[in-house]
């Protein structure tokens, strides 16, 4: 979902989330660069395309085109459901349009050359005006939260999720790593598997005049599918070499009334806060997905002890010299659940994310 911002000042630092793609952001200078229109938005209007990367040279030392034309002509003919087919690398190369067997038409963008990486875009054939539009250069937009630019990153649009990939050693990867980081989130959110352990213990000695309370818990969410989500790039943004990109789903959007957030109960179905990073937590690896990923799993682990705790309680009481009383409470959650990502807000504080995820229990709740 889109990014809120709190208003908390943003200093700074992917799902990486997930797997060491994602960023600890705030590693070098930011500097404007030009890029075509398509860069910045694949889908404007009516035209949606798709964004292929390859290194800058291939293994020969040539100008790799024909790498980057191949990995948007797949993701293409994926998303429109069309066979895929094996082209010719110098066909790829030397041809801004392709016939497919299909009989669609391919046009491809002059490419885009950014940080080592060569882009391509392709589409399916439009008119020659709305070729001209994506072509056309503006500024690449940098993520700046706290002023919501761009207006995408706290727009509330429930069908979308975001995908966060870090400028690594392999940095033509990083769009590959960011859609794969919102699939992770939507295999977690179709349907997971939530197993925790809550234990609370506290005690009370009038004696010592101390009281203590301890809390700990250990939990496991793993997503129960690893399927193929129809999600596409819709925006991107860029903040120190990291590229957040805004994905769209299938799925129709939830219409969010006003002060929305401020229910527990939305359409009838639970709605559930997960977060990360207050009070300073850090995750083990202080990637930004990671943090989301996290967000979202805190978010699951609630929404399933709405749907089944199973709970162990023990106290004692004693005198001696004054009342000593001991309280020992262990909650046990083993279920399946599934939800629809309404928002996140991101902030930071000190360099380290903190995120806030609204989770929408699933009509197909399990």
């Known amino acids: 979902m889109k990014f809120r911002l709190f208003s908390l000042a943003l200093s700074l630092t992917g799902l990486s989330l997930f797997s060491g793609c994602s960023s600890t952001l705030g590693l070098k200078k930011q500097e404007m660069t030009n890029a075509p229109h398509w860069f910045i938005k694949p889908v404007h209007k009516q035209t949606t395309g798709f964004i292929g990367a390859a290194a800058k040279y291939d293994s020969q030392g040539r100008v790799n085109i024909s790498g980057s034309r191949k990995a948007a002509l797949v993701k293409l ?21 392709l016939e497919l067997p299909s009989g669609n038409a391919v046009r491809f963008m002059p490419e885009f050359f950014y940080q080592g990486v060569i ?85 009370s000695d009038t004696r010592l005049n101390r009281q203590t309370t301890s809390f700990s818990q250990q939990s496991n969410v793993q997503a129960k599918t690893n399927q193929h989500h129809d999600i596409v790039l819709n925006e991107l943004c860029e903040y120190h070499g990291t590229l957040i990109g805004n994905f769209v789903l299938p799925e129709g959007a939830v219409e969010l009334q006003e002060n929305w957030q401020s229910h527990a109960v939305y359409q009838d179905r639970s709605l559930i806060q997960g977060s ?6 850090m995750s083990s690896d202080l990637l930004l997905s990671t943090a989301i990923e996290l967000a979202i799993k805190d978010a699951l682990i609630e929404l399933a002890k709405i749907k089944g705790v199973a709970i162990e309680n023990t106290s004692s009481l004693s005198f001696n010299s004054g009342f000593y009383f001991l309280s020992k409470s262990k909650m046990k959650v083993d279920e399946q659940v599934s939800g629809q990502l309404l928002d996140i807000k991101i902030s930071y504080q000190k360099d380290n994310p903190v995120v806030n995820v609204w989770v929408l229990e699933a009509n197909n709740q399990l």
């Not at 003919?77 to 087919?85: E, G, K, W, Y």
């Open 77 to 97: 003919q994926s998303h429109h459901q069309f066979a895929i087919t094996d082209i010719d690398a110098q066909q790829l190369a030397s041809s801004a349009k």
């Open 119 to 203: 882009y391509s875009y392709a589409t399916l054939e439009q008119d020659a005006f709305a070729l001209s539009q994506q072509q056309t250069l503006t500024t690449l937009p940098t993520c700046q939260f706290q002023k919501c630019n761009p207006t995408w990153l706290c727009d509330e649009q429930t069908n979308t999720i975001t995908g966060v990939s870090f400028y690594t050693s392999t940095p033509y990867q990083q769009l590959s790593m960011a859609q794969q980081n919102a699939s992770v989130i939507a295999d977690l959110l179709t349907r997971s598997q939530v197993r925790a352990t809550e234990f609370i213990s506290q005690s």
């Open 276 to 281: 990360f990073g207050h009070g300073g937590t």
